[in-house]
């Protein structure tokens, strides 16, 4: 039998308004040896639409129409077919249908274009008003600039205005107003700096050039001589010192990193300043070193820090305690707690006034007890930036009349092995 070349037409089954379609049914003729038994194979015996016919209905479709039950299939760019499987007086029909939506066609077009046009308008409508809300938000980060270019060394006490702390504009603001805070204490500090030390080393320079200026105008005796150049020395002994003081003094300023640091033991550094303070005073002041409890750890009592600079913190601490001192005597007490080395710098003396302990410790501050010995403000500020920079800590208790007690606490290596 030729099983190619049977027809069957089947009108107006898919045919709805504005599409072009083409339709075929497939009848039962006989089963396949290859195909199971209880599906019948199906021959186009007919066919509607022959001349816009948009494809045939081969072995390979139909066999996929009868494993799957339905499918769906495309042919060029606009041809969309299905086929399936049809159930009728208990008898199964192969279906296929294609068609090409002109209106759908259309329309799909019409909303690409209307995309498109959705697309640059959107774009262009985002460009203009990002830029315009763009300008209106870097608004006050302009004004910010500008506040900031307008500030100088000579109007460092002009400040950032803050519209709103609460957001980051105001933030960036208040961040910069803190360090223009900053800033100007440290120009004050600067110009104040400079100013105390100017007065400290003209009046000295004076009295100097007064005196020896002095001396050539008149005759003086070889006595007299004697003492204008004592007195020339003295003085200028205080300048070095004073000299001494400040480089040491920005020696302590350095950054800890810099600064070249060992282990050490305190009771040995404090032995080589007592002798190093009895020497230099010819005799005159008195220093006793005392053990508040029996040495359980060496490394209680040592410490991570730089030789020279804490022999200066003590040595100012000990020279203190004996210049105002009723018996130019100073008692060093050295104890430990658990973590650090506690020192105990004690003299009984005229005693420190209450309302000049909370500002013994800044640069050129010097107390109503200066009547009884001289200074210049630099040793206590010193010793407690020396004692900062080594990570501790020093206070201050006084009685008038009766003495003072300085106390230090430096941490020790046991603190620093933990």
Same mark, same amino acid.
């Not at 600067?190 to 050539?216: K, T, Y």
């Not at 201050?396 to 933990?418: C, E, I, R, Y």
């Given at each position: 039998?030729?099983?190619?070349?049977?027809?069957?037409?089947?009108?107006?089954?898919?045919?709805?308004?504005?599409?072009?379609?083409?339709?075929?049914?497939?009848?039962?003729?006989?089963?396949?040896?290859?195909?199971?038994?209880?599906?019948?194979?199906?021959?186009?015996?007919?066919?509607?639409?022959?001349?816009?016919?948009?494809?045939?209905?081969?072995?390979?479709?139909?066999?996929?129409?009868?494993?799957?039950?339905?499918?769906?299939?495309?042919?060029?760019?606009?041809?969309?077919?299905?086929?399936?499987?049809?159930?009728?007086?208990?008898?199964?029909?192969?279906?296929?249908?294609?068609?090409?939506?002109?209106?759908?066609?259309?329309?799909?077009?019409?909303?690409?274009?209307?995309?498109?046009?959705?697309?640059?308008?959107?774009?262009?409508?985002?460009?203009?008003?990002?830029?315009?809300?763009?300008?209106?938000?870097?608004?006050?980060?302009?004004?910010?600039?500008?506040?900031?270019?307008?500030?100088?060394?000579?109007?460092?006490?002009?400040?950032?205005?803050?519209?709103?702390?609460?957001?980051?504009?105001?933030?960036?603001?208040?961040?910069?107003?803190?360090?223009?805070?900053?800033?100007?204490?440290?120009?004050?500090?600067?110009?104040?700096?400079?100013?105390?030390?100017?007065?400290?080393?003209?009046?000295?320079?004076?009295?100097?050039?007064?005196?020896?200026?002095?001396?050539?105008?008149?005759?003086?005796?070889?006595?007299?001589?004697?003492?204008?150049?004592?007195?020339?020395?003295?003085?200028?002994?205080?300048?070095?010192?004073?000299?001494?003081?400040?480089?040491?003094?920005?020696?302590?300023?350095?950054?800890?990193?810099?600064?070249?640091?060992?282990?050490?033991?305190?009771?040995?550094?404090?032995?080589?300043?007592?002798?190093?303070?009895?020497?230099?005073?010819?005799?005159?002041?008195?220093?006793?070193?005392?053990?508040?409890?029996?040495?359980?750890?060496?490394?209680?009592?040592?410490?991570?820090?730089?030789?020279?600079?804490?022999? /200066?913190?003590?040595?100012?601490?000990?020279?203190? +305690?004996? !210049? @105002?001192?009723?018996?130019?005597?100073? $008692? =060093?007490?050295?104890?430990?707690?658990?973590?650090?080395?506690?020192?105990?710098?004690?003299?009984?003396?005229?005693?420190?006034?209450?309302?000049?302990?909370?500002?013994?410790?800044?640069?050129?501050?010097?107390?109503?007890?200066?009547?009884?010995?001289?200074?210049?403000?630099?040793?206590?500020?010193?010793?407690?930036?020396?004692?900062?920079?080594?990570?501790?800590? /020093?206070?201050?208790?006084?009685?008038?009349?009766? +003495?003072? !007690? @300085?106390?230090?606490?430096?941490?020790? $290596? =046991?603190?620093?092995?933990?």
């Amino acid at each position: 039998m030729n099983l190619a070349k049977c027809a069957f037409i089947v009108r107006g089954l898919f045919e709805p308004a504005n599409v072009v379609s083409s339709c075929a049914l497939l009848l039962p003729f006989s089963v396949y040896s290859y195909l199971p038994k209880t599906v019948y194979c199906y021959l186009p015996i007919t066919h509607d639409a022959i001349n816009i016919d948009f494809f045939k209905e081969r072995f390979e479709l139909v066999k996929s129409i009868l494993s799957t039950g339905k499918i769906q299939f495309s042919k060029e760019e606009n041809i969309q077919g299905i086929g399936f499987v049809h159930e009728f007086k208990q008898k199964k029909y192969i279906v296929t249908a294609a068609a090409n939506d002109i209106v759908g066609n259309l329309s799909l077009l019409h909303l690409k274009n209307a995309l498109i046009l959705a697309f640059i308008s959107g774009a262009a409508c985002a460009t203009v008003f990002g830029y315009f809300f763009s300008k209106r938000a870097m608004k006050p980060v302009s004004f910010v600039l500008k506040k900031v270019e307008e500030i100088n060394v000579k109007n460092l006490n002009v400040r950032v205005p803050i519209f709103n702390k609460h957001d980051e504009i105001g933030e960036l603001a208040s961040t910069f107003n803190s360090m223009l805070d900053r800033l100007e204490n440290s120009f004050n500090a600067q110009s104040q700096f400079v100013s105390d030390i100017s007065h400290e080393i003209r009046s000295p320079l004076a009295v100097m050039i007064a005196e020896l200026e002095l001396s050539l105008i008149k005759d003086l005796s070889v006595a007299d001589y004697q003492k204008v150049i004592h007195s020339t020395l003295v003085d200028a002994k205080k300048l070095g010192k004073f000299y001494s003081g400040l480089l040491n003094l920005s020696r302590a300023s350095y950054d800890r990193s810099f600064v070249a640091m060992r282990n050490l033991r305190v009771d040995e550094l404090l032995v080589e300043v007592q002798e190093m303070v009895i020497s230099s005073n010819k005799g005159n002041y008195n220093v006793s070193l005392l053990f508040e409890r029996e040495i359980e750890n060496d490394d209680s009592i040592s410490v991570f820090g730089n030789e020279y600079l804490l022999k /200066i913190a003590f040595a100012n601490l000990i020279e203190n +305690g004996c !210049k @105002f001192s009723f018996n130019r005597e100073c $008692l =060093v007490t050295i104890s430990w707690s658990q973590n650090f080395c506690v020192l105990y710098f004690s003299d009984r003396g005229v005693g420190i006034a209450d309302e000049d302990i909370d500002h013994i410790f800044k640069l050129f501050y010097r107390g109503k007890n200066n009547q009884y010995a001289g200074g210049n403000g630099i040793g206590l500020a010193l010793t407690h930036k020396i004692i900062l920079q080594h990570e501790g800590n /020093i206070t201050v208790s006084s009685k008038k009349n009766s +003495g003072t !007690k @300085f106390t230090v606490q430096l941490p020790n $290596l =046991v603190f620093k092995a933990s």
